[in-house]
């Protein structure tokens, strides 16, 4: 393995969903250990079998922290999350993480930069962005979103950009990576996709710093 990821979930499911699973077995496959992460409310849910809102995203930012804090690795270390879960990484990113500029390279308990799978740019059909933080990041974010996705679609943003956010578009997906039928692909599919720009990411982070 090359790299670690601790990985997180969106607002509604957790890490042990279909979209999760695939995810992380794909991640695996591009030699990339990862930890899968519930939030506590999360877990309380699983443990209750009833369904409780999240809290306000930056109220999850502590959780993160202490779950990358403990992690123990011996691995270049990432985080990223689907959804909901991407933006308390990138939070935590502006708020909590050292510049990548700074990190040493012989420390891996330092995370080096955060993927987003679907980011939640606004809620469907509202103009509310949640993007005010992203000029204050510390590290690299790197975006992977469907084109069609609701919550930040490619037409939208085609004017924008953040000095450390990348995107990377999914032909015909949705925020689950769903893809139209007309366009020939498939979800697991556009999954891979997404873990090989994952990989080709770490790769160049890890090269940068040798």
Not at 52 to 69: D, G, T
Not at 181 to 186: A, E, M, N, P, V
Request: hydrophobic residues 45%; aromatic residues 8%.
């Amino acid at each position: 393995m090359k790299a670690h990821l601790l990985l997180t979930h969106g607002a509604g499911a957790s890490c042990q969903s279909d979209f999760m699973q695939q995810l992380a077995i794909a991640l695996r496959a591009e030699q990339i250990k990862v930890t899968l992460f519930n939030f506590s409310y999360m877990q309380a849910r699983l443990v209750s079998l009833t369904k409780r809102p999240p809290p306000k995203a930056v109220l999850l930012v502590p959780e993160l922290a202490q779950a990358l804090a403990e992690l123990t690795t011996g691995l270049p270390l990432f985080v990223g999350g689907k959804s909901m879960g991407s933006r308390v990484a990138s939070l935590w990113a502006a708020q909590q993480a050292k510049p990548l500029s700074s990190v040493d390279s012989s420390n891996e308990s330092q995370a080096r930069a955060v993927f987003a799978y679907g980011y939640p740019f606004h809620p469907p059909r509202k103009d509310s962005w949640r993007t005010e933080h992203f000029a204050a990041l510390k590290l690299p974010l790197h975006i992977i979103q469907g084109e069609r996705d609701p919550f930040g679609g490619k037409a939208e943003l085609a004017s924008m950009a953040w000095p450390k956010v990348s995107i990377d578009w999914l032909a015909a997906a949705d925020h689950d990576f769903t893809p139209l039928k007309s366009s020939g692909l498939t979800q697991e599919t556009l999954i891979k996709q997404a873990a090989n720009l994952t990989s080709r990411y770490i790769d160049a982070i890890l090269a940068q710093s040798k």
